[in-house]
């Protein structure tokens, strides 16, 4: 079998775009979506796929016209798929659910594994921080010349993920790229401020219906813990004060186990408000965040993401 024969084998093996085994929230989801559409365009096979609790980002609005599969097809071998990895890069919330040494690309805004990966794969690997890694997906998109060819619906589910991981354009760790990719993405969706209004009263009541699931879907377990709580649970709402109403309730859901806190972002405040109730983390950050704490409460006069704060933490620090 000549060279040319075994790259177009090769070529056809389908492509599986998935994220980690743990955790699916928009972005993850919309990337998956997304990538899968533009490889089929370029005519190879290729899936969306994950088995991982979507957290309450999934809007249903968002998702009833996609097919991001939840069951594995039985068309496809395991063996023989070629994966892509979408919004995480760390091994260890990849490798119970992907064969690491089948992987041929990986697309993350979460730093800490570049070397890892371009050890493995080279330039295949897109991590770097950024507001969103629906940003490096549509970056794809236009790299390809395909941006006219993208579904609406899909433009769309790409926008929620910018705006859930930029907090609506305003958090720090937004980039040029990432309002121009919103820019144009809302043309290709047909998105105006009407559209923005309703997905974030969307998120609100779909938070507030069940709220002990919307934390539990976005709980995260961190390692190296010297500062942050090894348990973090997030939500993005945009207005918590009437979350903050539940909070004996939602501290009898979490007391029983390991060190936790909770980020709970304000958009309407533009703030992130800290639940914490443990005495050397509460110390800690203060420390480093430079808030204070009262009554297992401080409030951030900026807004915070989760991979912000681990970040500033960890590295940054």
């Not at 089929?40 to 968002?62: D, E, F, H």
């Not at 992907?98 to 992987?103: A, F, G, I, N």
């Not at 420390?287 to 204070?292: K, L, M, Y």
Request: glycine share 6%; with cysteine.
């Amino acid at each position: 079998m000549n060279q040319q024969t075994i790259q177009s084998k090769q070529s056809q093996r389908p492509i599986v775009v998935t994220a980690g085994s743990t955790y699916l929230d928009i972005d993850a989801y919309a990337c998956a979506v997304a990538l899968a559409e533009l490889w089929r365009l370029k005519g190879c096979p290729a899936i969306a796929y994950s088995a991982a609790t979507a957290n309450y980002s999934v809007c249903a609005s968002l998702t009833e016209d996609h097919s991001l599969l939840r069951i594995w097809p039985s068309d496809i071998d395991r063996k023989e798929a070629r994966y892509i990895i979408v919004d995480v890069s760390d091994p260890d919330y990849i490798k119970d659910a992907v064969p690491l040494d089948q992987v041929v690309r990986v697309y993350d805004h979460h730093v800490g594994f570049e070397s890892y990966w371009n050890d493995r794969i080279g330039e295949a690997a897109h991590i770097e921080f950024i507001g969103a890694a629906a940003t490096l997906i549509y970056r794809e998109w236009k790299n390809e010349g395909l941006q006219g060819q993208m579904k609406s619906s899909t433009a769309r589910l790409l926008v929620a993920a910018i705006l859930d991981n930029t907090l609506n354009l305003t958090s720090s760790n937004t980039t040029p790229e990432d309002e121009v990719a919103f820019r144009e993405l809302c043309q290709i969706g047909g998105i105006d401020e009407t559209w923005r209004a309703a997905y974030f009263e969307e998120i609100q009541k779909s938070v507030e219906l069940d709220l002990q699931n919307a934390l539990m879907g976005d709980l995260k377990s961190l390692r190296d813990t010297a500062i942050l709580p090894p348990r973090m649970a997030q939500l993005c709402v945009w207005d918590a004060q009437g979350i903050l109403g539940y909070l004996p309730e939602i501290r009898r859901w979490f007391e029983g186990g390991e060190g936790w806190m909770i980020n709970i972002i304000s958009l309407k405040e533009s703030c992130s408000y800290f639940v914490c109730y443990d005495a050397y983390h509460q110390k800690e950050i203060e420390r480093v965040f430079d808030v204070r704490f009262r009554d297992g409460v401080a409030v951030s006069a900026v807004p915070y993401l989760r991979k912000q704060m681990i970040k500033k933490a960890y590295f940054d620090h």
